[in-house]
Structure formats: C-alpha cells, structure tokens
C-alpha cells in the first residue's frame, strides 16, 4: 500500500467509521454492570438465597479474571476474530440465562448457571481488548480523549441497555437478557467489517494538521456523549412514560447513536481537498516516550561495551515511570498501593451494584431500574470529566493522577454513609455518589498505571490490576454483602430468603465506608511517591508543547 494511500480521504474515513464502530461497541459492552436488572428473577426461580444469589454474580466478575487471555490474543489474532469469540461467548452465555429466565428450559444446577455468568462476564473483555488496542494504535496522539469516550460509553451502556428495555419491554427480564445476548453480537458482527487498524504518516507537518484534525473530532465526539447521557438522564428523571413516549424516546436515542456517523462522512469531504498535499508523505509510525531521555556519552560509550561483553552486562531495576515487565512492577510498593486502593474503589462500588435490586427491595422500592440507571449515567460523568479534568491539572500543575483517585474515595465513602443512614431520598444520592466516584476509579487509574510503569507492557499490567473486579466482587459481594444480608434475611416459603428494611445492607455500608478510607490513605501515600515523577512528565509535556508551537506549519 502506498503512502499516498495510507493519507487518502478513504483511508481517513476508514479510520473514524472504525472508531464508529467501536464507539457502539463500548455502548453494549456494559452488560456486566445490569444483573441488578434480572437478579431478583433468578433468586426467586432457582430459589437462592442472597449469598448464592452474590457468588453468581461473583462468576459474572470472575470472567473477568481471564480477561488476559484476550490481552495475549490481541498481539496474535486480528481483530475481527477478537470481536467474533466475545460475540459468540456473549450470545451463549446470556443466551441461556435468557432460556433459564423466560422459562422456556428448566433452571439449570448451580455449578451449571456459574460457568454461563462467567462466560457472559468474559465476553466483554473480548470486545473491550479489540476495540481499545486497536482505536490506541489508530489514534496514536490522542490516546487520551479515546480512552475517555471510550470508557465513557462503557459507562453508558447500563442506562442504555436498561432505558430501552423499560421504554420497549415494560422491564421484562427475559426480554432484557434476550437483548443482552442478541444486540451485542449483532454489533460486533458489524463492527467485525469496518474495524480495522491504519498506520499512521512520520512527516510533522501531516501529522500536526492530523492531530488538531482528531482533537476537532473528538470534540464532536465528546459533545454527543454528553448529549446522550442528558436524554438518559430525562428520561429516567420524568417519571412514568407512555407506550408512544417511550418508543419516541427509543427511536430518539438510536438516532442520537448513530449521529456519530457524520464524523467519517465529513472526514472523506475534508480530506478529499487536501488529498493531494499527502502525495509526498513516508509511510511509518511514531513512538513518542512520556518521558524523553537524554543518554550522556558516557553512557552510549557504556552500552558500546555492553554489546562486546554482554556477559558482564549488569541489568538496572527500572525507576519508576519506566517501562516495567509484570515480574519487575509486581516487585515495587507503588504497584501493590496501586491495586490495593483501586480494590477498595470499585471492589464496594461493584458490591453495590451487584445488589442493587435487594438494596432496592429492602429500602422499599418496587422497581430499581432506575437507580442502575442513575449509577450508569453519573458513572459516565466521572470518567469523562475526570480524564479532562486530571489531564489539565497535570500540565497546569503537575498534580498527580492519584490524587483524583484520592478525592474519589473519600467521597464515595460519604455516599456509604447517606446510603446506611437510609433517609427518605437517601439511596437516589448514594447511588448517584457511588456511580461518580466509581467512574473516576476507572478512568484515572487506567493512565496512572501506564505513568508509572510504561506502556510497553501495559496490556498485561492492565489485566493484573482489573483482577480487582473479580476480586472485589468475590471479597464485598460475594462474602461481605451475602453473609451479612442472610443474618439479617427471614427464610422464604420456597427455600429462599429475604429481607425488608434498612438494617439488611447498614452493616454492610459502614464497612465498606471504612474500606474507601483505607484507600484514600493509600492514594495520598501514592500522591506523595509520585510527586516527583508528576514534576517531570509535567516539565516534559509543557517543553514538547513549547517547541510543536514554535515550529512554523507549512501549507
């Protein structure tokens, strides 16, 4: 393929219609974060009592865990067939939950209905895995906003997913798992034909008209995710809807999903024009290093005798802020401070969702469609505004990411004690609180950890660390949430249990409370450990701002 080729208006808008795709990818991919939506159907069908009921969700979560086995297949498989084994482990997975639900088989053993929640919870890290290292490599300069937009829609995909069904299929269940495994496959079969990686030029002068190009488009992309999380938040907030109002409603979002489309459409109108400036663009790709380092001559003169007598060669612990292999980061204290303070972030904001229903139920409230709903949107707010906001702190500041982590904790720890309090209201800002803070537990630890340790063994750094979600699930869901909701819980006539009232999750709220305090102690000691390391990538962002904005453009 040439150059010439790489540059042209339909190469351009290959790339965005891919990045399209992935965008509607990331909005069906969040299905791990509805079984709230369907939980209460299982328990009282297979008869479970709440702890049950928790380690099922808990081998949803624990999916999850082999999450690394996508991250080693995305340097081996291409991308479509990445995308083609999440759809059809997801098809299958809440496929049979969705046979189990409607009653159309027998509810199957136990042992049975855990490997088919593992795999429904596995398929999305497939999908997750294709869409995001190939939308990284795509958009090499703009790793930032396409982490966020990305992320952003995972967050979405709950409300979307769960206000649909309401406005469609009056909050069925069997429907509501029959979407789960129906739409996403059918999603990333089309996206399976349009998602594909582009190579990107080595000339300047391209690349700075490319990369203000992207940020434009970005923009755009940001402002109907924004725009799209509003419509949610309506909808769920104006009460009951009519059969007309809710298919307006349905029919408005699909639109607004697919507005996104105008980006590659006007990429290949734009591009068009200036295709003929490309003609002389090097095919090749750009590494850029967070952090720049000057080698001294001494140094190179070093590394030449290295290479005479590599049997003295004495290999340096990397610093941190270096590239760092899983063996090497495991052996540092900031990793462990890393994986422990994200556990007890979305470890008890997982727990909360898990049970939301029962929450719900024991608070009172018939239907808890909406609370899932709220966390989903307000969970979207938290990784969209803080990727921006900790981004512009850094190069205004050089305030560290793990401050915001920080922040986060302790104010998802004041939404556990609204929530244990159990005032009339009380469970509509605990979950709004969680859903933010959870967000921007997500969000922000996904950069810190590639500032700290490099990105050239990030993916499999990443997956070690989302081995928090399992986890977490397992130890505040599964254990803590399971055990003490049962003590308080009064036995069913089917062999169940169930619980009414606020003291069933106070308990469980207060220690989890004291668990996000924990992990603030944590992040401020990481704060205080990565000042240093904030300083530089500050001092170098702002340098290599500083000599981009000095160096004329040539038209």
């Avoid at 034909?193 to 080595?202: D, G, K, N, S, Y």
């Avoid at 606020?502 to 308990?507: F, T, V």
């Amino acid at each position: 393929m040439g150059v010439h080729e790489l540059s042209s208006p339909t190469s351009s808008s290959r790339k965005w219609l891919g990045f399209v795709t992935a965008v509607w990818v990331q909005a069906i991919s969040g299905n791990n974060y509805t079984f709230s939506n369907y939980s209460d159907a299982l328990k009282s069908l297979m008869a479970l009592t709440q702890l049950q009921l928790n380690n099922l969700s808990v081998a949803k979560d624990v999916g999850k865990a082999f999450g690394i086995l996508a991250g080693l297949a995305s340097d081996r498989l291409p991308t479509p067939v990445i995308l083609l084994i999440g759809s059809i482990e997801g098809f299958i997975g809440y496929g049979v939950q969705w046979l189990v639900v409607s009653q159309k088989i027998q509810p199957l053993p136990y042992w049975q209905m855990c490997i088919f929640m593992c795999m429904g919870g596995n398929s999305t890290t497939w999908m997750n895995t294709a869409v995001l290292v190939t939308c990284m490599r795509n958009f090499r300069k703009n790793r930032g906003p396409v982490s966020g937009i990305l992320k952003g829609y995972v967050g979405l995909s709950t409300a979307i997913f769960t206000d649909i069904c309401s406005a469609l299929f009056s909050d069925s269940p069997a429907n509501f798992l029959l979407m789960l495994a129906v739409v996403p496959a059918c999603v990333c079969l089309f996206a399976i034909i349009f998602l594909r990686e582009v190579p990107e030029t080595q000339n300047t002068t391209t690349n700075s008209v490319q990369e203000k190009q992207e940020s434009y488009y970005f923009q755009v992309f940001n402002g109907v995710a924004v725009i799209v999380a509003v419509y949610l938040l309506a909808f769920d907030t104006t009460g009951n809807h009519g059969k007309v109002i809710s298919v307006v409603f349905a029919c408005g979002l699909l639109f607004l999903l697919a507005s996104p489309l105008s980006v590659p459409l006007y990429s290949v109108l734009h591009n068009w024009t200036r295709s003929k400036l490309n003609k002389d663009v090097e095919e090749g790709q750009v590494h850029e290093p967070l952090i720049q380092e000057v080698v001294a001559p001494e140094t190179v003169q070093e590394n030449a005798v290295e290479l005479v007598e590599p049997s003295i060669e004495i290999k340096r612990r990397p610093s941190i802020g270096e590239d760092h292999t899983i063996l090497e980061a495991v052996q540092t204290l900031d990793f462990w401070v890393l994986f422990v303070s994200f556990l007890c972030g979305v470890g008890t904001g997982l727990a909360v969702m898990n049970n939301m229903g029962q929450i719900g139920l024991a608070l009172g409230y018939t239907d808890v469609s909406i609370f899932v709903s709220l966390m989903s949107i307000f969970g979207f707010f938290g990784r969209i505004g803080s990727g921006s906001i900790s981004e512009y702190f850094l190069k205004k500041a050089a305030t560290p990411r793990p401050f915001w982590n920080a922040a986060s904790q302790i104010l998802m720890a004041v939404g556990y004690v609204v929530m244990a309090i159990a005032l009339p209201g009380s469970l509509y800002i605990g979950a709004i609180i969680v859903g933010i803070c959870y967000g921007v537990r997500l969000a922000v630890t996904v950069p810190t950890a590639s500032e700290l340790f490099g990105l050239k063994y990030y993916g499999l750094i990443y997956n070690v660390l989302i081995l928090n979600l399992p986890l977490g699930s397992f130890l505040f869901s599964g254990l803590l949430a399971g055990f003490l909701y049962d003590a308080e819980a009064t036995t069913t006539a089917g062999g169940g249990n169930t619980c009414i009232g606020a003291h069933c999750y106070r308990l469980v709220f207060a220690i989890m409370a004291i668990a996000c305090v924990v992990g603030f102690g944590l992040d401020v000691f990481l704060v205080l450990r990565t000042k240093s390391l904030y300083s530089k990538i500050h001092a170098n962002k702002k340098s290599r701002k500083s000599a981009v904005d000095s160096k004329p453009i040539k038209g």
